[in-house]
């Protein structure tokens, strides 16, 4: 699977992208959120992880950006913010299909994603 790592820690991005390589995966990163449209224009992508603090385009408006091209891409929120409804609830109404804590360990943001992707996979797919 191919995977877009987008957040502005350089240092969390490159540890993120270094594991799903590592668990057999293509994965790119971004740092700069307003490369990411012309990035999906150009590479195939299974799932984007995608940071909702960060300057330029934050992560919710950015969402909804993507969502504009690649309406059934999996997304998942990706935020230093622990455990936090308002942001949760945000983050779904933009058109996250899920959401997972920095504060996790990278074993358990895995999981997440492929909790995500296989949600989106028995989807039935719409006409």
């Known amino acids: 699977m191919n995977f877009l790592v987008v957040d502005d820690n350089r240092l969390l991005n490159r540890f993120l992208t270094t594991y799903l390589r590592g668990k057999g995966h293509s994965a790119a990163s971004l740092t700069d959120s307003s490369k990411v449209e012309s990035w999906l224009d150009l590479n195939p992508c299974d799932g984007l ?5 960060m300057p330029k385009i934050d992560g919710l ?7 504009e091209k690649h309406a059934h891409l999996p ?5 230093g913010l622990g455990y936090d409804e308002d942001a949760m609830q945000a983050a779904r109404k933009a ?3 899920g959401y997972v804590s920095k504060g996790l360990g990278p074993s358990e943001i895995y999981s997440a994603l492929m909790r995500v992707l296989q949600q989106q996979a028995q989807q039935p797919a719409k006409a």
């Open 49 to 53: 992880i995608l940071d909702i603090g």
């Open 61 to 67: 408006t950015l969402i909804s950006k993507v969502r």
């Open 75 to 79: 997304i998942v929120m990706f935020t």
């Open 95 to 97: 058109g996250a299909n």
